[in-house]
């Protein structure tokens, strides 16, 4: 993906591979790679790409977006046909269209090791920027069942989605890329705007993978490829609100809210893998019910560096994300969406009023609540995914992905990670000099991050030495001189007890989508694994493990003795049954390592996703 390309709609992708010459489709990745080469010149709404020192490249993008294939014109003697238009829109970041998403899963942006709720969070709020008052909303869904079309639609999306898993990302070139944008543009047209969304989640995710961006996060595809399998399997099925949900909404309802006295908490930067960036500022009413007003937009780490200082309107009034993390605001005919986003209608009215320290009334009430109620509601899907959190800093401990700080909380030991880790962004750097505060008490808010370990992503912080100020982590960047003039060295953290070993399971999922189903297929015994999860009381797991290996082993011959294609539906089922059972035991696991009563689930609500139906 060339990040100095604007966006271009799947649709256009999908036209442009289509229309490629068995020939030429072969050669679209090697061309998609040296078109990289080529140097770019932005003239407005127009990229140009020299091809040589005689023919050019041309991408109009008026409104910031290509949205016609007439929009990519080459001036080589093949075009319109040629290889050149495809390998452009295929190397461009996916443009989201005009409508937001509603509770879509990305990286997440997400994100989000970057956290699944962290990238959703951070995705869905790039989503909702175009959203704009309670007059676009959607009316509810008016049928009980899925149409046709929308059947039509998430078969092509499971089967299309099913050869990327089959193929993984080395293999999953740019055609099978245009293949599940093609899917996705048809499912928006049937009225599936978030099966649509996820999709363009994992062409974006393999994108990623492939280019070897510093972004990707294995985690992301898996998450983006089980939710888009999942959406696609259960859509014959479902009735009522679980049909509306799995359709989505092309635009977030607003709701008309009244007045409002807002108090700033903290703001955050957003950087997505599909070309959004800006900030997101979180504020509290009286009563601990959390808005959020955001400011995103298609942009690279530039726009989400600065994003703290550039000013927003809300109402009647423009303040920056730093000024309204740390003020207050009174509203009214303020309308709010289901995700609790400020609307921007013309009938608002703001003015900036007083903030309050978090540790006064009424955002303190947000720290009162108990720790496994706070994680319990981070892990529904009825609530935010914040945390808020007195904590008492041990030190940091080295993990694969990074150093983390360890921190404890009314007894729970807990990993703090960095919530995003791109470099241009401070959190890491100010994560190491939080670090050295060992003994130190701070007050924080951070993201939850669902596994078997309780752990987090640090999003804001109280001063080290200023406990009435308070340092946006994303945004503000930490100096040496914040610290304390002596800091305790660092405490030896306990070991960490040993844990089922559900990663058997997890990691053979996770192989199976960055290599395909050939990473499972090789002759080897497998049985091991599976004997040593039931051993630890994790039957269906053994079970699923069996059954992946021979999904992907499965290779049936015809009666000349020819292998016959390998059956990739069969081996997507298994796979989701098997990342689905993954997901839903780590937030299981989650919430009894947070002191929360939750329940391990059943046997056999994981089984009936792979042999039933």
């Keep these: 993906m060339t990040p100095q390309l604007p966006p271009v709609a799947p649709s256009v992708t999908a036209e442009l591979v289509g229309a490629l010459t068995p020939r030429l489709r072969g ?11 080529r140097p770019v010149v932005v003239d407005g709404d127009t990229v140009r790409i020299a091809l040589d020192d005689e023919t050019e490249l041309q991408l109009h993008a008026p409104g910031g977006a290509v949205t016609t ?10 075009a319109p046909a040629c290889l050149h238009r495809a390998a452009a829109a295929s190397a461009a970041p996916i443009a989201e269209g005009d409508a937001s998403v509603q509770d879509i899963s ?7 090791d970057t956290s699944t709720q962290a990238a959703s969070a951070q995705e869905t709020t790039a989503q909702e920027t175009t959203a704009q008052d309670a007059s676009t909303q959607d009316p509810a869904p008016e049928h009980s069942q899925a149409t046709t079309g929308q059947l039509a639609a998430a078969q092509a999306l499971h089967a299309a989605a099913a050869a990327i898993l ?12 245009a293949e599940l944008l093609r899917a996705a543009h048809t499912a928006r047209l049937a009225g599936l705007p978030r099966a649509s969304a996820s999709a363009v989640s994992v062409v974006s995710a393999v994108r990623a993978a492939r280019s070897a961006d510093p972004s990707y996060r294995l985690s992301d595809l898996v998450t983006a490829l089980r939710t888009l399998l999942f959406g696609a399997h259960r859509l014959p099925y479902a009735t009522g609100p679980e049909l509306a949900t799995l359709q989505g909404a092309v635009r977030q309802p607003y709701t008309p809210e009244g007045s409002l006295r807002l108090y700033g908490l903290f703001s955050e930067p957003v950087l997505t893998a599909t070309g959004y960036a800006g900030a997101v500022t979180w504020t ?12 995103v937009a298609p942009g690279g780490a530039a726009r ?9 309107r809300v109402g009647d009034t423009t303040l920056t994300p730093r000024e309204l993390s740390r003020a207050g605001l009174a509203l009214t005919g303020a309308t709010v969406s289901t995700t609790g986003r400020l609307g921007a209608g013309a009938k608002v009215r703001a003015v900036r009023a007083s903030g309050a320290a978090w540790s006064e009334e009424p955002l303190d009430r947000l720290w009162a609540a108990p720790l496994a109620d706070q994680a319990s509601r981070a892990l529904s899907d009825d609530g935010h995914d914040l945390l808020f959190l007195d904590v008492t800093v041990i030190g940091p401990v080295r993990e694969a992905a990074g150093d983390c700080l360890l921190a404890d909380c009314d007894g729970v030991t807990l990993r703090l990670a960095a919530a995003h880790d791109d470099p241009a962004l401070p959190h890491r750097d100010n994560l190491r000099l939080l670090a050295e505060l060992s003994g130190s008490r701070l007050r924080t808010i951070a993201r939850l991050v669902p596994g078997p370990l309780p752990r987090a992503q640090l999003l804001a912080t109280s001063h ?3 406990p009435d100020a308070r340092l946006d982590l994303g945004l503000d960047r930490m100096r040496r001189a914040d610290l304390p003039a002596r800091t305790t060295p660092p405490v ?4 960490v007890p040993d844990e089922a070993p559900l990663h058997l399971l997890r990691r053979r999922v996770q192989q199976a989508a960055a290599g395909g189903r050939r990473v499972l297929a090789f002759p080897g015994d497998a049985s091991a694994d599976s004997h040593r999860l039931r051993r630890f009381g994790l039957t269906t797991a053994g079970d699923l493990l069996d059954a992946l290996h021979a999904a992907a082993a499965d290779r049936s011959r015809d009666a000349f003795g020819r292998l016959a294609p390998a059956d990739a539906d069969r081996f997507a089922r298994t796979w989701l049954a098997a990342a689905h059972y993954t997901e839903e035991i780590d937030r299981a696991l989650c919430a009894v390592s947070w002191g929360s009563d939750g329940e391990t689930p059943t046997d056999s609500s994981y089984t009936a996703v792979t042999f039933s139906q």
């Design 166 to 177: 089959e193929a993984g990302t080395d293999g999953a070139g740019a055609v099978l890329q």
């Design 492 to 495: 030896a953290h306990t070991p």
């Design 284 to 295: 509290a009413d009286a009563d601990g019910r959390l808005y959020t007003v955001a400011d």
């Design 106 to 112: 990305i990286q997440d942006t997400s994100a989000q």
């Design 304 to 312: 989400a560096i600065g994003a703290g200082e550039r000013a927003i």
């Design 69 to 78: 294939a007439d929009g990519i014109r080459c001036g080589c003697l093949l």
């Design 27 to 37: 050669r679209l990745d090697a061309g998609i790679a040296k078109l990289a080469d």
């Design 464 to 466: 080290p030495t200023d």
